[in-house]
């Protein structure tokens, strides 16, 4: 049974930076791909970055490229997100995804596997 928990979000000021972390536990399944998608209230959700676990690869939302890494840690099992340069738009709550592929997908329904959510505020 796969697990996913998020970690790390938090109220900043615009311009600030946070990490995020989703934890993966039960995983057993190779090839492997998570992302970070985020909602924000009356909005849909939309994809933010995913990454490739077997090779790295990885993808990103063109509002977040420049100010947002993704990473992993292999041994850890965990999935990082670093905000860098933080903006008032990037006020959501931020999920973790994983999927059994190796494709980045940038549609949510295509991952089957959901953490509980973290919420980030970013104030102006």
């Known amino acids: 049974q796969v697990q996913l928990v998020e970690s790390g979000g938090g109220l900043v000021q615009a311009g600030d930076s946070l990490r995020l972390s989703c934890a993966d536990s039960g995983r057993t399944s190779s090839p492997y791909t998570m992302a970070w998608f985020r909602q924000a209230p009356g909005k849909e959700r939309e994809f933010v970055a995913g990454?490739?676990?077997?090779?790295?690869?990885?993808a990103y939302a063109d509002s977040v490229k420049g100010r947002f890494t993704i990473s992993r840690d292999g041994a850890r099992n965990t999935m990082y997100l670093q905000m860098n340069i933080l903006k008032p738009d990037d006020t959501a709550v931020y999920y973790c995804?994983?999927?059994?592929?190796?494709?980045?997908?940038?549609?949510?329904?295509?991952?089957?596997?959901w953490g509980q959510g973290t919420q980030v505020t970013v104030s102006s």
């Open positions: 990454i490739s676990w077997s090779d790295g690869n990885t």
């Open positions: 995804a994983a999927n059994p592929s190796r494709l980045i997908f940038i549609i949510g329904r295509r991952y089957d596997y």
